[in-house]
């Protein structure tokens, strides 16, 4: 059993940056891959980024690509995700997840382990 809380969001004008922390629980936490979700109100939840086991492989949804960076400290059981030049599109809950087969895959049904989200607002 793995247990993901989010942390580090917050409201940030537009071209501003942010960064978001999940601590996961668990000493398996080294053979999971991570990825990073979100969902903006009215809209289905989708992907942002993820994060191979090794953390030699990460992969960006379009949207998010050249201003996010996903990373993994082992020590400290903890993913993040670098977010500069903040648009307000990015507005959203964003929730981290965890893969128990250890891939950096961007479908939601390939997650085993979901935290409870963090408010990420960028006014327009």
């Known amino acids: 059993q793995v247990q993901l809380v989010e942390s580090g969001g917050g409201l940030v004008q537009a071209g501003g940056s942010l960064r978001l922390s999940c601590a996961a629980s668990?000493?398996?936490?080294?053979?999971?891959?991570m990825g990073w979700f979100r969902q903006a109100p009215g809209k289905e939840r989708e992907f942002v980024a993820a994060i191979s086991w090794s953390g030699g492989r990460t992969y960006y949804a379009d949207s998010v690509k050249g201003r996010f960076t996903m990373s993994r400290d082992y020590a400290k059981n903890t993913v993040y995700l670098q977010m500069n030049s903040l648009k307000p599109e990015d507005t959203a809950v964003y929730y981290c997840a965890a893969d128990r087969l250890g891939r950096a895959v961007d479908a939601q049904r390939e997650y085993d382990y979901w935290g409870q989200g963090t408010q990420v607002t960028v006014p327009s």
């Open positions: 668990g000493r398996t936490f080294s053979r999971y891959a």
